[in-house]
């Protein structure tokens, strides 16, 4: 069985990371950059491309909760009670992450406003679209409690051997290396977008390389168990 | 566990829920009874201002329903663990966040009390603007809902499966909750949502409404519980 749910990990690592780049591409592509009017008007033309965005999202919360179980399985023999911590930090990512999807869709009906007609102009819809930052802190804070968790998960694969202890130990460092890049952008938001970028980089490849090792080799028991 | 007593335990927790869940949804003016969301701010002001008390009772018992259901989380975990100890974990961790989102959703409910409450620091706004403001939180508090119903999907899909497999239980009653969960999935997909909203609003209620009854009267197979408990043990 740890086998198999080590594999159905490895599957969600890469889900949920095709998940959330998809999601932050589509979005992205379609709000751009500019004043609440150019934004607002480009959604508002491409809504439901935008709405996809969310939902593309929405589900890497959901398939987050799988992957949580999926690695709690692989990991519970090496340390339950690590693997029960890691697994609890996962699951309030994915709360979080639900809770940030509610937000998006918050600013979507702020944006869509100009096309309906309503009680406010437009300076005062830019202004409620400036929420978007509690959106964004939202995020980091998802994120910091999916630093904390992978940390853990790392953790226990390298003090394990379940997964090659050069792959575990490179987890454990980019987690937490992406921890304080977070932290940093809680703290300072405004020059945060260089770390963020450069910080993400070991995280990416920690995921992916974790992702299809499990995924193709699986974990290798035997060994951890001599 | 004593398998004779808990499940009608449960059933009655169950009931418990399902009281405080449409009680609250009828009580508040407004929020997700009968005609649905309201669509003139207007209007939704005057009967929040008018009923203050009423729409923070509806609110505060819907809350107290989802309170009930991470506690019914924790009770199927235990029912079902034999089953499957680690679906039931998954089916938890699910009901978990469901329970999560919907309590935050119970803030957006909650912020048309304190828009439309006067206060002089909204004097910047005009009547309208807070109407408007307040209408919109109610809004956004039923798109959170529906956020929480992705969850839900998650969350019966496994309750079902695990109930099908049991053996304990009716394998009715798990199929119909499966396939509510899977109409809850649909809100990945919003216009599929909106397609099927009234079919699986139909069977996700017979299906949980189902369950309770066959719990509080029937409960569960006892003999079979104590075999599958005692099979989960050896393994």
Redesign the interface.
């Known amino acids: ?1 740890q086998r198999s ?1 080590a594999r159905f990990a490895g599957a969600m690592y890469l889900t949920v990371l095709a998940l959330d780049i998809a999601s932050v591409i589509v979005s992205s592509a379609v709000s751009g950059s500019g004043g609440f009017g150019d934004v607002s008007s480009r959604i508002i033309a491409s809504e439901t491309v935008y ?1 996809v965005g969310l ?1 593309l999202a ?2 890497g ?2 398939a987050t ?2 992957l ?2 999926g690695l ?2 692989t990991v519970k023999p090496a340390d339950p009670n690590l693997a029960l911590t890691a ?1 609890l930090f996962r ?1 309030c990512e ?2 979080i992450g ?2 940030g ?2 937000l998006s ?2 600013l979507l ?1 702020v944006y869509l406003a100009p096309a309906h007609g ?3 102009d437009s300076h ?1 819809l830019g202004a409620l679209a400036d929420l978007q930052s509690i959106g964004s802190s939202g995020t980091a804070v998802a994120a910091i409690f999916f630093c904390f968790g992978s940390t853990v998960f790392f953790y226990v694969f390298l003090q394990s051997r379940y997964i090659p202890r050069l792959m575990a130990a490179w987890g454990v460092f980019a987690s937490v290396v992406y921890a304080a890049v977070w932290f940093f952008v809680l703290i300072a938001p405004h020059i945060s977008s260089i770390p963020l970028a450069v910080g993400s980089i070991p995280i990416l490849i920690a995921e992916v390389a974790t992702g299809l090792w499990l995924l193709i080799a699986g974990v290798r028991v035997q060994e951890q168990r001599a | 566990m004593n398998a004779r007593s808990r499940p009608r335990v449960i059933g009655v927790i169950y009931l418990l829920y399902f009281l405080t869940a449409v009680g609250g949804a009828l009580i508040a003016p407004g929020t997700g009874g009968p005609g649905g969301l309201p669509t003139n ?1 207007s209007a939704f002001a005057k009967s929040v201002t008018s009923q203050e008390l009423q729409y923070e009772l509806g609110v505060g018992l819907g809350l107290v329903s989802t309170a009930i259901y991470v506690a019914l989380a924790g009770l199927f975990y235990l029912l079902l663990r034999p089953v499957s100890r ?1 679906l039931a ?2 089916m938890v ?2 009901d ?2 469901l329970c ?2 919907t309590a ?2 119970t803030v957006f409910q909650l912020a048309p009390v304190v828009l439309l409450d006067g206060g002089s620091y909204l004097s910047v706004f ?1 009547v ?2 807070l ?2 403001l307040a209408l ?1 939180s109610l ?2 508090s039923d ?2 809902g ?3 119903l ?2 839900a999907g ?1 969350f019966q899909l496994f309750f079902g499966y695990l109930i099908y497999r049991s053996g304990f239980l009716p394998r009715i009653i798990g199929v119909l909750i499966a396939v509510a969960g899977l109409g809850w999935l649909t809100f ?3 216009p599929l949502a909106a397609f099927l909203i009234t079919e699986t609003e139909v069977v996700g209620f017979a299906a949980e409404a189902s369950l309770m009854l066959w719990l509080i009267v029937m409960g569960v197979n006892d003999q079979r519980w104590e075999q599958r408990a005692a099979e989960a043990r050896a393994s």
């Open positions: 069985m749910y709405r939902c929405l589900g919360s959901v909760v799988l949580a179980v709690y399985v697994l699951t994915a709360a639900g809770v999807t509610i869709l918050l009906q309503n009680a406010f005062q | 701010a680690t974990l998954l961790l699910f978990l966040v999560a989102v935050f959703a005009d309208r603007q109407q408007a919109l809004h956004f798109l959170a529906h956020v929480a992705v969850f998650g990945l997909i919003p």
